[in-house]
């Protein structure tokens, strides 16, 4: 079946930077974009930004623009999100998600989810 | 940028219907989908392009989508469908939009 398995919690200082991975399978990895949500504690659902794995091509949010950098690996069918100059406000849990088939049109849905990783920033 | 808004919570007797809505700008020109997330779990996609339900979701869940709101309809609610419910659409320019959230508590 289609997974997503992300890697574990991390403890970071301010100003440092956090690599969250992802490892897809179930699934030809280059065929579908990958997604990356973070959720803050109590809070809703943002969306970061996007990767193409055939391709890496990428498209982040505003809000990350500058900080957040999405890569991946073909030889292991894993995508990277790194975020760097963390702060306080950057405690969320990090998702990635499989999105549409790359060509398909953009109004399109997440589906699976990875099961999430928990990103602390404190001194 | 564009905005979804859904009401906070909805309460509802086991047996009963809940209705949550999702309120955009034209949103009924947009596929919504809509997302399960219960306590300390991932989401999980419950209906995808308005009214779609993917493999394994239960008919008790439906949506429908027109002019300014979508709704999401759960039929005979039961105890395990005590979640948060969050309602998504692309945006040309805003990308991936997600709403509020809708805390469901079944009485």
């Known amino acids: 079946q289609v997974q997503l398995v992300q890697s574990g919690a991390e403890v970071k200082k301010p100003g440092a930077s956090v690599k969250v991975s992802c490892k897809a399978s179930g699934y030809t990895f280059t065929t579908y974009y990958i997604h990356w949500v973070r959720q803050a504690p109590g809070q809703g659902l943002e969306w970061m930004g996007i990767i193409n794995p055939s391709g890496a091509g990428t498209s982040y949010t505003q809000m990350f623009q500058g900080r957040v950098t999405m890569t991946r690996d073909t030889s292991t069918s894993t995508v990277y999100m790194e975020l760097s100059s963390l702060r306080s406000e950057d405690t969320a849990v990090y998702y990635c998600?499989?999105?549409?088939?790359?060509?398909?049109?953009?109004?399109?849905?997440?589906?699976?989810w990875g099961q999430g990783t928990l990103v602390t920033v404190s001194s | 940028s564009y905005v979804l808004t859904q009401p906070p919570s909805v309460s509802v007797a086991p047996g009963q219907t809940a209705r949550i809505t999702c309120g955009g700008n034209?949103?009924?020109?947009?596929?919504v989908h809509w997302y399960q997330q219960r306590p300390g779990q991932a989401p999980v996609l419950v209906v995808y392009d308005d009214s779609d339900r993917p493999s394994g979701i239960p008919e008790r869940f439906s949506g429908s989508n027109s002019g300014n709101t979508a709704t999401l309809t759960i039929s005979r609610v039961e105890a395990g469908d005590e979640a948060d419910y969050y309602c998504?659409?692309?945006?040309?320019?805003?990308?991936?939009?997600f709403g509020t959230g809708t805390k469901v508590t079944v009485l």
């Open positions: 998600a499989r999105g549409a088939r790359i060509g398909a049109p953009n109004d399109n849905w997440f589906d699976p």
């Open positions: 034209n949103i009924g020109t947009k596929s």
């Open positions: 998504q659409v692309w945006d040309s320019s805003s990308d991936y939009v």
